[in-house]
């Protein structure tokens, strides 16, 4: 008794249910060509994940379930083939209810099994996350049932397989009642995002559910950039001890083919093994994925970002090309009176290598004139913050007026130490519309940044970053030789801390405790609760660790807590 199995690891787009659907239906004759009994879509393929407040307008459940009807339509003569679909499912209401003329009881995270055109089975998602990124309780009710369904695979045998959503998978009752009803594969669909370390948690979570029920586990994701989200694909099987028997590829779509062999000793599985990556390669990759479906799926047909000479924009200029091509990506040094010359001549060095179009304005003379219209308000008072950040919002401003009069969105390229701390000028460096290394530590642009220089996974044939951009002090050449260490304790000191105040909730006292300074946990937890009120109008940018300063961080910009 075989089962074959594809897995439609696909790159769904929020709203699209129309195009989502004639992928699954796509996917659906490739898999039946194929020989597949049974074909796993991501969970919510239907609308995409997540649809967010879309859930809560009745026309957009209309058109889920008018694309769910379509799948079913339009793959009646796929004889034999299960399709396992994501979608928001209407809760039928209670017969009270109904008496009180109330005519949807919510919304159900659900997947429906079709057959022949017929929706056979359908699955309630029982555990809904309400942490870090997630919503769900916003939007839907749990189930509270089992989906175990019969998969014929010839000569009159049949695979008994239970359907689990994502969260579901994280706890035991799920997949334990799932066994309890007489499953012989686990089937869990997903769209679970990507930070780093997430795959391999993913893969140990699932062998505990493995392990607790006896059973193999055939899990399904989904890929692609949404908003601030990234989804790294990477489905896999396991068998039934807990071991890796296959693996799809990372950051790509994959229709998956996964062959069960039922035999006297236990399950026979073979599927393709894509390799392990470096933690570097999966943040590589997982920035270059946000960056081309933010692009793409918002129909912008470029970008711009003022290349500084520094590291940080150099960073966000390599990941662009290899995200967009060289052809779509514009550079604009914009000099100032305090812009050294190997700024000029190592952003000019990177743009060459990268083939991009580089342009040079000096903002020496709207700087002048800045400050020429304020000389009467600000006579006697010595230069501060003040004229270094009339310099960042001239550079704001003129990359903003390129992009409205050609229609490319600005990248912006200020890193997660910066934004932690407020070290970026609002409505200057902060200016744009997507913010590519938002959630990117310093020390981790500098790794990433070698990681680059020393592979070529998209063909560019190029070393991209001039190696002295990497190796020279940070500065914002602001003033006079400006050191960012002048306002700042050192990066390696300063991620430290900010890793585990911001990302991980520790108190001051244990980071104290741990061995760095008061003076600098002090410095840097100030640092990031009075500046709360930056990061509220900052750009959405992509996330890539399990915290970052987007829809898992909610903290208040008017508060009197202080620890």
């Known amino acids: 008794m075989t089962l074959k199995i594809c897995v439609a690891q696909l790159n769904f787009v929020v709203g699209d249910m129309q195009g989502n659907a004639q992928k699954i239906i796509e996917a659906a004759c490739c898999a039946h060509a194929r020989g ?24 957009f459940i209309d058109a889920c379930d008018d694309a769910l009807k379509t799948v079913a339509a339009e793959t009646s003569g796929l004889k034999g083939l299960h399709i396992v679909v994501g979608h928001p499912s209407r809760v039928a209401p209670s017969d009270e209810a109904r008496e009180r003329s ?7 995270n659900a997947a429906s099994v079709l057959v022949d055109g017929v929706i056979r089975h359908r699955y309630a998602k029982r555990e809904l996350p309400n942490y870090q ?7 839907f009710v749990p189930g509270d049932g089992v989906c175990v369904f019969d998969v014929p ?23 334990a009642d799932t066994a309890a009803a007489g499953a012989q594969v686990l089937a869990v669909i997903n769209a679970s995002p990507f930070h780093t370390g997430k795959g391999g948690e993913r893969e140990a979570t699932m062998r505990a559910r493995v392990l607790s029920t006896g059973l193999p586990l055939v899990y399904a994701h989904l890929v692609g950039g949404q908003d601030e989200i990234v989804f790294e694909g990477r489905s896999f099987v396991l068998d039934g001890d807990g071991a890796v028997s296959g693996r799809a590829v990372s ?13 006297s000793s236990g399950w026979q599985i073979d599927a393709s093994m894509d390799r392990t990556h470096s933690q570097d390669a ?21 970008v711009i970002l003022g290349l500084s000479g520094g590291i940080d924009s150099a960073l966000v200029l390599a990941i662009a090309v290899d995200a967009l091509g060289k052809d779509r990506v514009r550079a604009v040094m914009m000099p100032s009176p305090y812009t050294a010359d190997i700024s000029w001549i190592d952003a000019r060095d990177m743009a060459e290598r990268l083939g991009v179009r580089y342009d040079e304005i000096a903002i020496a003379p709207q700087f002048d004139a800045f400050k020429a219209s304020l000389a009467q308000e600000f006579n006697g008072l010595a230069e501060d913050a003040t004229e270094e950040n009339l310099q960042a919002r001239i550079r704001g401003t003129l990359l903003m007026a390129l992009s409205n009069k050609f229609g490319s969105i600005v990248l912006t390229t200020g890193n997660k130490s910066e934004m932690a701390t407020g070290y970026c000028t609002l409505y200057g460096d902060m200016a744009g519309g997507f913010a590519v290394i938002k959630d990117v530590a310093k020390t981790l642009v500098f790794r990433l940044a070698r990681w680059r220089n020393a592979h070529d996974p998209y063909g560019t044939g190029v070393n991209p970053i001039p190696e002295r951009i990497i190796v020279r002090p940070p500065s914002a ?25 911001m990302e991980n909730d520790r108190s001051p006292a244990e980071i104290v405790a741990e061995g760095f300074a008061s003076a600098d946990v002090d410095k840097v937890v100030r640092l990031i609760r009075i500046n709360e009120y930056k990061r509220r109008q ?26």
Request: hydrophobic fraction near 40%; proline fraction near 7%; glycine fraction near 8%.
């Open 251 to 263: 950051f790509n779509e994959d229709l998956f083919d996964i062959s069960m062999r039922r035999k």
């Open 538 to 563: 900052s750009p959405v940018g992509i996330r890539v660790t399990h915290r970052s300063f987007g829809k898992d961080w909610r903290y208040p910009i008017t508060s009197k807590y202080r620890a």
């Open 36 to 59: 597949a009994h049974l074909l796993l879509t991501p969970e919510l393929a239907i609308c995409g994940y997540a649809a967010e407040d879309l859930y809560l307008r009745p026309a």
């Open 282 to 302: 999966d943040l590589w990759h997982a920035l270059v994925l946000g960056v081309r479906d933010y692009i793409g799926k918002n129909g912008f047909p470029s």
């Open 133 to 139: 990124v997630f919503d769900e309780r916003r939007y």
């Open 477 to 501: 050449e602001l003033r006079p030789d400006q050191k960012d260490q002048d306002s700042l304790p050192e990066y390696p000191v300063l991620d430290a801390i900010i890793e585990r105040y």
């Open 153 to 175: 695979t010839g000569g009159g045998e049949a695979v008994r397989v239970g359907v689990l959503i994502c969260e579901d998978a994280w706890f035991p009752g799920p997949a």
């Open 102 to 108: 109330v005519a949807v009881a919510g919304l159900h």
